[in-house]
Nanobody
């Protein structure tokens, strides 16, 4: 019922910047909570940054001061501005959305397909 499409990944040198976007579409009443997660090769998926509908944010300690999450509720889109990238930021970045899909208050989690970010040293 909710489709998430990420864009903006790619290859960048150490110290560079990238901006990821994730647009939600489909049938839903409201998207309440959105976030970015990443999974590096051989590691578990970890939270990178999250944002509520009211724009309250949370960040992993490893990205604080370097990454900024934002969202446009009118466009149902969440962004992740990444600066001062380092090789340890290399991972598949996935978008998550928690949506209310009917008049019932139940919420469901949806995931995008992921976008690759590679930071070369």
């Amino acid at each position: 019922q909710v489709q998430l499409v990420e864009s903006g990944g790619g290859l960048v040198q150490t110290g560079g910047s990238l901006r990821l976007s994730c647009a939600a579409s489909g049938r839903f009443v409201r998207i309440n909570f959105m976030g970015w997660y990443r999974q590096a090769p051989g590691k578990q998926r970890e939270m990178v940054a999250t944002i509520t509908r009211g724009a309250s944010t949370d960040y992993a300690d490893s990205v604080k001061g370097r990454f900024t999450i934002s969202r446009d509720n009118a466009k149902n889109t969440v962004y992740l501005q990444m600066t001062s990238l380092a090789p340890e930021d290399t991972a598949v970045y996935s978008c998550n959305a928690r949506a209310q899909v009917s008049v019932r208050p139940n919420e469901y989690d949806y995931w995008g397909q992921g976008t690759h970010v590679t930071v070369s040293s």
